[in-house]
């Protein structure tokens, strides 16, 4: 009987690792902030992932008004102007561009990413702007 159980053990345990290479994750990275103060927000959230179609075909977007009010956070005007979009980057690898049309004259940025895909997930970020260097 033990000799099943142990050979059990090796077949699940080889199945596990034959799988585990074909599991992609998509993970949100850091914020990599371009622009200052009173600029157009240009900004680049690091994408983790193996799979570009994953990325290609998420739809990335500032989340709801629900889950920003249950983290204790507002929409404001400079909020609603986000724009985000997938960009593949000279190395292979991905990132979601953040930008705006218009300035920002808020020192102090706060919001959620939500990506809805193949793999659905948000995360918060903090953009804090530093005034032009003169």
Do not use: W
């Not at 290479?21 to 914020?31: E, K, N």
């Not at 690898?93 to 997930?121: D, K």
């Amino acid at each position: 009987m033990n000799l099943y159980r142990y050979i059990g053990c090796i077949v699940a345990c080889s199945a596990g690792l034959l799988v585990a290479p074909m599991v992609q994750a998509l993970s949100l990275g850091d914020i990599n902030v371009k622009s200052a103060l009173n600029d157009p927000l240009d900004a680049e959230i690091i994408i983790h992932s193996t799979d570009s179609a994953e990325i290609l075909n998420a739809r990335i977007q500032l989340a709801s008004r629900d889950v920003h009010t249950k983290a204790g956070l507002s929409i404001n005007q400079h909020l609603r102007r986000i724009k985000f979009k997938p960009i593949a980057k000279e190395n292979g690898r991905f990132a979601i561009q953040v930008t705006t049309i218009r300035p920002i004259s808020e020192p102090v940025l706060e919001f959620i990413v939500e990506v809805t895909g193949s793999s659905n997930l948000i995360r918060g970020y903090a953009i804090h702007l530093d005034p032009p260097n003169l």
